[in-house]
DNA sequence: CATTTCTTCGTGAACGTTCACGGAGCGGGC
DNA sequence: GCCCGCTCCGTGAACGTTCACGAAGAAATG
């Protein structure tokens, strides 16, 4: 409806168009307070007519709670976060919460920037999926007991939340696939030697090898940056030498790009000359040639239990923890 | 700084430390207004240590601009929609704008209820991927000098801007591609039908086709779904045919996933069998086997520009308009 | 019939900020 | 000495909503 008024339809409006006080209208729409059922009904119908919208800026500004939450992540380009990102967004809505999204290309600086911001628009609470370096700002420019949740690799304080997946027990288990299959001589590519879910994958990759007597060859073994192009350069540093491994485990998608194109740049083939297994799942996997093994993380759900752990800080009903999601080994068929 | 108070600093709080009416901090917060400058530095200072930070939800009440814009995207997930959300984003913050995101996973319902929250949010704008559908409630929900500015698609009205890509020139530069490569029988896959994107692809195909004196056999175009489940089911029965064509152009990212699907589904190879030029590129395109040939959008442009049109629409410096971005022939080394 | 109780509704204040004033203080011109 | 104007700052109101009251009226009770 929203009738030809230039400014839009206010509680005030509604009251003297229904010749009841806001405050009746107010308890009419929110469904809350003494209220007669023909009143509130009839309020209700006028509400309609006038396409009244509640303004959200007043009620938070009153009630102290926003009802939105702030998505702080590194790449949104990163089919991983996408995902993550709609599972954020699907639960979010489900329970009444707007999402504000901010990116920061892995800059930290834009990271404390883009809180900042957040936490000026009010935002109950924060999903952060932080980037490289460190978060001593979050102490400093936010109250102390500010909920915030991190996801993919957690903040070092017991005060803010962290859904991440199990990241050894997914590298483990890609390690005993290539050992089914035959594989004794295997090398892992990582990201950056600092971030959290390379030295887990990395660390994962070392007890499985061990576990099961196989050699743990250094040179096998490389992290490169989370880019594709760095993990290119530092695959073909293990591919090239003569004593090259049969197989190769990567830390990310973007990494497993990384590895292909090394493969690709030397000549040689995947799942031929070298068996791949690289984390995160992607629609292409099934469809390269032949198709790619890969430990997909629960994306969806990273995103839904964090915001379930979110909302459950800022109401009160449950507390900053973390948890660990399991990942899938998915084998083309 | 955000000193142990509970409640968060305010400019009376600041005024109060400072001996200075809150009208004076906030002169010197926004920088605007008559003011000493000593005075100024000293409130700022003050301001800074005990660590004071605008709520931007009583500003956007009482100015009534909430320097915040929704962002209404189909399928967050799909490549295309996150680069466009990443040049989106980007444009916002560094025009000090927050972005609200929304994901409607292509349901007309879900977009007319995220609008309608975005909307109780008092975004300044709203920009939109619409979902395939009537799109009347726009009209009757919104104000009606509301700014949106779709993309990918357009709304079907002045009223509404559209950042869109060049899709006939696009699809026409595709036959044109193939023809050098010697083609005659090209076949296309587009998305569901009465959307713009598959109505215009497929159109600059047969323009494109009729120019360059082609056939067009009717068996070697199909429209599907914007899915690769229903891509991969149309592709089928385009390519089980005897007569198939020797070459293919699809109308979008998942919808050449159907076709590589389908291609393998036969014990076809592309490239070989078949050769593919896909709209949208995706960063596993250089890494098949062989390599595909794709139509690139300028995704982060498409973010961009939409933003710098609904700024102008919101600030009143610039207007609804349609424009479109040219596409890249991205031919794989 | 007076008093109490319950239901239903209205009034004033507040959230934190900006906007539109108005006023104090000071210097300069005649 | 008077008036004007300028610089600087403070006060009151408003944005649209919720919260904490309180009041009016009907129903119930003695």
Known sequence: MQKSLRRPVTLKDVAAAAGVSYQTVSRAINGFGEINAETSQRVLKIAAELGYRPNRLANSLRSAKSKALGLVVSDIENLFFAEVAAGVEAEATERGYS??????????????????????????????????????????DLPETFPVVAINRSLSSPLYGAVLSEN????????????????????????????????????????????????????????????????????????????????????????????????????????????????????????????????????????????AMLLGMITGTGEAAEIRLPTRLVVPS
């Open 99 to 140: 999402v504000l999204l901010a990116n920061t290309s892995e800059d930290i600086h834009r990271e404390r920037t883009a809180i900042l911001n957040l936490f000026e628009s009010r935002v109950d609470g924060l999903i952060v999926a932080p980037a490289e370096g460190e978060h001593d700002f979050l102490k400093t």
């Open 168 to 307: 050894r027990e997914g590298a483990g288990a890609a390690v005993e696939y290539l050992v089914t299959r035959g594989h004794t001589k295997i090398g892992a590519v990582v990201g950056s030697p600092n971030l959290m879910t390379s030295q887990e994958r990395l660390d994962g990759f070392r007890s499985a090898m061990e576990r099961l007597g196989l050699p743990i060859e250094r040179h096998w073994t490389a992290a490169g940056t989370i880019y594709p192009k760095g993990a290119c350069e530092a695959a073909i540093e293990i591919l090239k030498r003569s004593d090259r491994p049969t197989a190769i485990i990567t830390s990310s998608q973007r990494i497993t790009q990384g590895v292909l194109m090394a493969l690709r740049h030397l000549g040689l083939r995947h799942g031929v000359d070298v068996e791949l297994v690289g984390f995160d799942d992607f629609p292409w996997a099934a469809l390269l040639d032949p198709p790619v093994t890969v430990i997909a993380q629960d994306t969806h759900n990273i995103g839904r239990k964090a915001v």
